[in-house]
């Protein structure tokens, strides 16, 4: 079974700053998505951005990127310019492409980001 | 188009007592979920069904029942309430690589 692990539970950055969080994976699949959500305190599930395992280039949606090291199995998020809006809930997620890809997504415990003014 | 919606939004519920909780989504999608989150956690696959029909167990499934009778709805079933049933429960659903959430309905067992 796939584990997700994010070792930061809150970080804190100044407004207009760049923040790095981070995730890392344990599997032995070679191909898989990995995702990060957004949680506010509305509780609403909200997708971040999406890296496929195949794809070598990092994923960039606007202020937000990815790092993805296949080897290292290790997947961060750096939000730059951070905005008070930033602030929320921060999930990793693993899913798998076996079994025709229909498995649920593997959730790390969370990352609480704050953003200071 | 709503994306996927859940019913009811909170709901309290003495130990003992049964409810079901409805998802729809109105994106033809074939993959739906049922997730619960607990303080401190991610979110946890109950169940999940893969089209009408057909249902499969997840990692957390026991104390729930589910069914999809038809495509744009999946029910999550609560027989018994426990206590440790008290939860976050969010739905979702996917066509290809990306899962699309509900806004989660917050169930307390008293």
């Known amino acids: 079974a796939q584990t997700v692990t994010q070792s930061q539970p809150e970080m804190s950055v100044q407004e207009a700053e760049t923040v790095t969080l981070s995730c890392t994976y344990d599997?032995?699949?070679?191909?898989?998505?990995l995702f990060w959500y957004k949680q506010p305190p509305s509780r609403q599930m909200i997708l971040v951005i999406r890296?496929?395992?195949?794809?070598?280039q990092n994923a960039t949606e606007n202020r937000f990127s990815v790092n993805f090291q296949k080897a290292a199995k290790s997947f961060s998020l750096k939000i730059s310019d951070s905005q008070l809006g930033d602030a929320a809930m921060y999930f990793c997620?693993?899913?798998?492409?076996?079994?025709?890809?229909?498995?649920?997504?593997?959730f790390g415990k969370g990352t609480h980001l704050i953003i200071q003014p | 188009n709503a994306g996927v919606t859940q019913t009811p939004k909170f709901r309290v519920l003495k130990t003992g007592q049964s409810m079901t909780l409805l998802c729809a989504q109105d994106?033809?999608?074939?993959?739906m979920y049922w997730y619960r989150q607990d303080p401190g956690m991610g979110l946890r696959l109950i169940h999940y069904?893969?089209?009408?029909?057909?249902?499969a167990k997840g990692e957390v499934p026991d104390g729930y029942n589910v069914s999809r009778l038809k495509k744009q709805n999946f029910l999550l079933g609560l027989e018994s309430a426990a206590p440790s049933q008290t939860s976050v429960y969010f739905c979702?659903?996917?066509?290809?690589?990306?899962?699309?959430f509900g806004p989660g309905t917050r169930l307390l067992v008293l």
């Open positions: 890296q496929e395992a195949y794809k070598q």
């Open positions: 994106m033809n999608h074939e993959y």
């Open positions: 979702a659903s996917t066509l290809g690589g990306t899962q699309y």
């Open positions: 069904s893969v089209g009408e029909g057909t249902t």
């Open positions: 997620a693993y899913r798998s492409l076996s079994g025709g890809g229909a498995d649920g997504l593997t």
């Open positions: 599997t032995s699949e070679s191909d898989y998505y």
